[in-house]
């Protein structure tokens, strides 16, 4: 079965600040895919990015980096110089079906506040 | 390029009841996928339609069932409501197309009385 746990609840920060938002996962497959998705008070769930399994190099898109390592099971999300904009509700995913999109199991999330 | 579009935004419904949720993808798109979200189980997977069929289903009861159109469209039906069902419904669409990605919808409240 999978499973995708985001220990962190809530995280709040100053602005500015960098943080980083922990994504452990647990699956038998040798091929699956890994999101980010961000939820904003609006409800809609954003795409942040998708990452397949054979694909461990890590990938910085502006003030967003993330860190894959398949020896921990971890796909975690650092946001450089926050800014009060990236407050949010922050969700890890894993599928392992096909095309990677269509069943999404998710985390918990992690809810995190930027403080101005 | 038109979103994901969920009707209605907002719904109260009583106990027993039925409810009908309507999805329209993004054109081009022909999965979409349901999902339920609530405080206590968070985000989980009901099922998803593709070209008219259900490819995958989540473990949900059979109260929640669904439906695909030839335009893509889809809609969620629960029957029977329960205080329990009372969450966020959110619709994704996707290609269905390697390296690509699902778009949300902003999801249909339901609140069940």
């Known amino acids: 079965a999978q499973k995708v746990t985001q220990a962190q609840t809530e995280i709040s920060v100053v602005e500015k600040e960098d943080v980083t938002l922990d994504c452990v996962y647990e699956?038998?497959?040798?091929?699956?895919?890994l999101f980010w998705y961000k939820q904003p008070p609006s409800g809609e769930l954003v795409f942040l990015i998708r990452?397949?399994?054979?694909?461990?190099q890590n990938e910085i898109s502006g003030r967003y980096s993330w860190n894959f390592q398949k020896s921990t099971s971890s796909f975690n999300f650092t946001i450089t110089a926050s800014q009060v904009v990236d407050s949010a509700v922050y969700f890890c995913?894993?599928?392992?079906?096909?095309?990677?999109?269509?069943?999404?199991?998710f985390g918990t999330g992690t809810r995190l506040t930027i403080i101005p | 390029k038109a979103g994901v579009t969920q009707t209605p935004r907002y719904l109260i419904k009583t106990r027993g009841q039925q409810v009908t949720l309507s999805c329209s993808p993004i054109?081009?798109?022909?999965?979409v996928s349901w999902y339920q979200q609530t405080p206590g189980q968070g985000l989980q997977f009901l099922f998803e339609?593709?070209?008219?069929?259900?490819?995958n289903k989540g473990n949900f009861p059979g109260r929640f069932s669904g439906r695909q159109f030839s335009n893509s469209r889809s809609e969620m039906n629960v029957s029977t409501l329960e205080l329990g069902d009372s969450a966020l419904y959110l619709c994704?669409?996707?290609?269905?197309?390697?390296?690509?990605?699902?778009?949300f919808g902003q999801g249909t409240r339901l609140t069940v009385v």
């Open positions: 994704a669409s996707s290609s269905r197309q390697a390296n690509t990605e699902a778009f």
């Open positions: 699956t038998r497959d040798t091929t699956y895919y």
């Open positions: 054109s081009g798109h022909r999965s």
């Open positions: 990452r397949n399994s054979f694909d461990e």
């Open positions: 339609y593709f070209s008219e069929t259900q490819r």
């Open positions: 995913a894993l599928s392992d079906v096909f095309f990677g999109n269509e069943k999404l199991t």
